[in-house]
């Protein structure tokens, strides 16, 4: 590895989203400083301040006093992160951009004169070379990082948490839930393509997977330095790999870690095998996404998968004694007021433990983004919990947030938590 020994001052920003609600760890940045602290030859000093929780006069002054700021965004992250961008900028330090938003909209992103770079896809190895770049005195403005990915996630080093100040979201989770919860990523990817989901954008290739004992290695440092009570996985499918989660249930078990935890599931991946397995192992609650109760709809948004299944898995998890969340997605362009009405049965039927209605959003990267007319909305004000774009054939937008209204007002004991914030 090329030596530059030269000391890097380094600060991270998660910026704010809009909305006050609960917030979770940024992960992806605590992967990036972990990298960082393994490879990088030289000296570093970095921090991290978050938008939820930090001033943004702190948040100007640390960057102004930075060589890099690295900003990650999801779109509705973005507006805050340039905003903030601005004022820190200056002709002495180099700001990057990184995460979704970036990764889906390079060229609007990079267009911005405060922005000396855009990293697209995952982040710690393009994140060590642009560091490597400005240690060597290399001219970074206007430059794109896109590398290639990681096979081995085994070789990651753990997301560095003490950094992230992991520490305000899980006293902000025992706040919320009087427990102490924090999230781990077992899986990069997912192997479906539903039409409103920007997964494919992040993590194109193949899902790849970190072994169960690396996963259950920084579970035990998460019990044992952190106490932790309950682990939310932030897989986009926890359950891709019928294998993967019988060996990862099988080797929780073994090595005695009895952690309660939850995780997104989707319908088809799921049998009674590995339910048994997952109730065994701690496993509490699984989260479906499980979008329409209009088979013609579930076609539609290329869901790969079908009400009977839907119903027969619910039914499962429940016997299994693990609770279940059902979340729905209302607004696709054909649907009409029947399949929402069959959307509305198949929820009475499932009895979710816990239920989201959102509406289709068109976020950069999904199906139904227009990069002529939409690369420079603010996306701060596009939010699946309510937003002034989407309407069908024959619903108008009005009718929709009535609708939603409606439905989160009649399940409103069993609501999502940012559901029953926004009452
Ligand atoms: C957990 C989760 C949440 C959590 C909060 C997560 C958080 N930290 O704030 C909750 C449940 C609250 C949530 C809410 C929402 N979410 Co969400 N969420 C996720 C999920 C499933 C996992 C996030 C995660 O931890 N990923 C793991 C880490 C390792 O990945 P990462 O953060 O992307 O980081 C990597 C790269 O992006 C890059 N990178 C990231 N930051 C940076 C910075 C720099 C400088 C560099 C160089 C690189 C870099 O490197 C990292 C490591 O490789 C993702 C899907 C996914 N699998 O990523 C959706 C996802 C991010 N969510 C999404 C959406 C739409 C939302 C909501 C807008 C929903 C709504 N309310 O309408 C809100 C908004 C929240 C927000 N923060 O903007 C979309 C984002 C689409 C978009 N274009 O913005 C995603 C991609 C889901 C999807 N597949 O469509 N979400
Ligand atoms: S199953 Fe979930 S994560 Fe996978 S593509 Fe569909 S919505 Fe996205």
């Not at 290639?148 to 706040?175: C, G, V």
Request: net charge negative; proline share 4%.
């Amino acid at each position: 590895m090329e030596q530059t020994g030269v000391k890097m001052k380094i600060v991270f920003v998660q910026p704010n989203v809009g909305f006050k609600g609960h917030t979770w760890e940024a992960l992806g940045i605590g992967y990036i400083v972990a990298y960082l602290k393994k490879y990088y030859t030289g000296d570093l000093d970095i921090d991290f301040y978050s938008g939820f929780y930090d001033y943004d006069e702190q948040i100007i002054e640390a960057g102004r006093n930075a060589d890099i700021i690295g900003f990650s965004c999801t779109s509705p992250q973005y507006k805050h992160g340039l905003n903030l961008a601005k004022q820190i900028k200056t002709p002495d330090n180099h700001i990057v951009f990184g995460g979704i938003h970036p990764s889906a909209l390079p060229d609007s992103v990079s267009k911005e004169e405060c922005i000396d770079a855009v990293v697209t896809g995952e982040g710690e190895k393009a994140m060590l070379k642009l560091v490597e770049d400005v240690a060597k005195g290399a001219n970074i403005h206007k430059r794109r990082y896109a590398v290639k990915y990681i096979e081995n996630l085994d070789e990651l080093p753990f997301p560095d948490r003490a950094t992230i100040k992991n520490e305000r979201n899980i006293l902000q989770a025992f706040h919320d839930e009087g427990v102490r919860i924090t999230s781990v990523l077992s899986s990069r990817g997912c192997p479906f393509r539903c039409s409103f989901c920007c997964s494919r954008v992040l993590w194109p290739h193949k899902t790849r997977f970190r072994s169960s004992t690396n996963i259950l290695d920084e579970v035990e440092e998460l019990i044992r330095d952190r106490d932790i009570q309950f682990l939310k996985f932030a897989d986009d499918t926890f359950t891709v790999s019928k294998q993967k989660v019988i060996d990862f249930c099988k080797l929780k078990m073994i090595r005695g870690i009895s952690i309660p935890y939850g995780a997104n599931a989707h319908a088809n991946t799921i049998d009674e095998e590995m339910l048994r397995y997952l109730a065994e192992s701690g496993c509490r609650e699984l989260w479906y996404g499980v979008e329409s109760g209009s088979p013609r709809i579930l076609k539609e948004m290329h869901k790969n998968t079908d009400v009977s299944r839907i119903k027969t898995v619910f039914k499962l998890t429940k016997e299994y004694g693990m609770k279940t969340r059902a979340y729905f997605l209302l607004g696709m362009p054909n649907e009409t007021t029947e399949d929402i009405e069959m959307t509305e049965r198949l929820c009475d039927e499932l009895q979710p433990d816990i239920v989201g209605f959102t509406l289709l959003a068109p976020f950069p990267c999904n199906e139904y983004f227009d990069c002529e007319t939409m690369a420079d909305w603010d996306w701060s004000l596009v939010d699946e919990y309510g937003n002034d774009w989407v309407r069908t054939e024959t619903i108008t937008n009005r009718e929709l947030n009535n609708i939603q209204q409606r439905l989160v007002t009649k399940y409103q004991n069993i609501a999502t938590f940012r559901q029953k914030l926004k009452k």
